[in-house]
């Protein structure tokens, strides 16, 4: 039987240098190098699950094979699911249709088939996809303690809450899986930003794929003020603090990739709105190659920097890429804003720290001649 990264090598979703890199990362030969490719973000998720069901000659169940409702779960509980990365998402005559992420983990099997009394059906699934499908199923405010649950209920507007209760609250396991889990999907949908927004009755969750919103199912509303105290003691806020914008910034690792992220907040009446950036941590800044411009365009920006003076101009809606197209010239010419006799912009967003120009916030205060002065 070939080996998950033997199959991801054919299907050209591996390079042989990745392969490489990950063997010497590999610290204990028992461990899966799928594993480790999967920890150094070299493998997504969805793509490991196609191997993996290559390897096996088994049916790979995409998210849209998950039911709608909460499947029967035969005396299985939703944390031996969760750890095991496994799901029932059909009941046929002939047994169990099983979602796993592992499909050779035979105890997995084993177990189903004896709570259930049915024959089991191993499918394969993406672990992300079956994490998803069991946040959904089971929201993390049902695993809340009954204080917990209290301390999100209670209180009308105005009222004074108990800040170590909050404090509390936000450092259950249920509610950090919860986070985790939005922050992680996002990455994953490669999103630029997360918006989090509370309303009367509900809470809306929002992505920011290639420059465009995307409505995300989200959490109960109660569980509001439990997220954001939970992303606020991430990015070291003041959790009492609701009255007032706040910003700060945290990291978090995903699947072995470092995400730099900018958090900001914003009260409304009804709670306050959460606005995530979400940058990820470049060893080395990207080539033109990457960045998808057209030879006509490559050619241009090439010129312009090649110039002895004038000004590059990046425009374009939040998400887009301006920072990125910025952060190119440095890879395309070694020399490029390192210039002598050429300054790099102090307008170019302090959002991701890069050598080479000069960053700056862009506060009104500042006017723009004297900025302008020392550039030429």
Do not use: C
């Not at 809606?317 to 002598?340: D, M, V």
């Amino acid at each position: 039987m070939k080996t998950v990264a033997e199959v991801l090598v054919e299907l050209g979703k591996l390079s042989p240098e990745d392969l490489g890199r990950a063997r010497r990362a590999q610290q204990n030969p028992d461990e899966p190098l799928d594993d480790v490719l999967e920890h150094l973000g070299l493998l997504s998720s969805s793509t490991k699950a196609l191997a993996v069901a290559r390897v096996h000659n088994l049916p790979l169940a995409k998210a849209a094979d998950f039911p709608p409702s909460r499947p029967a779960l035969l005396g299985l509980s939703p944390k031996f699911l969760r750890d095991a990365k496994a799901l029932p998402i059909a009941l046929r005559e002939d047994g169990i249709v099983l979602a796993m992420a592992d499909p050779g983990a035979a105890y997995v099997i084993d177990a189903v088939r004896l709570a259930s009394g049915r024959p089991v059906i191993p499918w394969v699934a993406a672990g992300s996809d079956i994490e998803a499908a069991l946040n959904r199923y089971f929201p993390a405010g049902e695993a809340l303690t009954e204080p917990a649950a209290e301390a999100l209920a209670g209180g009308g507007e105005g009222a004074e809450e108990d800040i170590q209760r909050l404090q509390d609250l936000a450092r259950e396991a249920p509610v950090i899986r919860l986070v985790n889990q939005i922050i992680a999907d996002a990455v994953e949908a490669r999103a630029s930003d997360i918006h989090i927004e509370p309303f009367r009755d509900e809470l809306r969750l929002r992505y920011r794929v290639d420059g465009a919103l995307r409505h995300i199912p989200a959490p109960p509303a109660r569980l509001a003020r439990a997220i954001s105290s939970r992303i606020k003691i991430l990015a070291r806020l003041n959790i009492a603090e609701r009255r007032l914008p706040q910003d700060g910034r945290a990291r978090f690792a995903v699947a072995g990739r470092e995400i730099d992220m900018r958090i900001a907040t914003m009260p409304t009446i009804h709670g306050e709105s959460i606005s995530i950036r979400l940058l990820e941590d470049m060893a080395e800044a990207p080539s033109f190659a990457s960045l998808g411009l057209s030879a006509g365009a490559e050619e241009t920006l090439r010129r312009a920097l090649a110039a002895p003076h004038g000004m590059v101009l990046a425009t374009g809606p939040t998400g887009s890429g301006k920072t990125t197209l910025l952060r190119s010239p440095q890879h395309a010419q070694p020399r490029g804003l390192q210039h002598p006799h050429r300054r790099g912009s102090d307008r170019i967003p302090d959002s991701r720290h890069q050598p080479g120009p000069g960053q700056g916030g862009d506060r009104p205060e500042l006017r723009a001649a004297p900025a302008l002065d020392g550039a030429a």
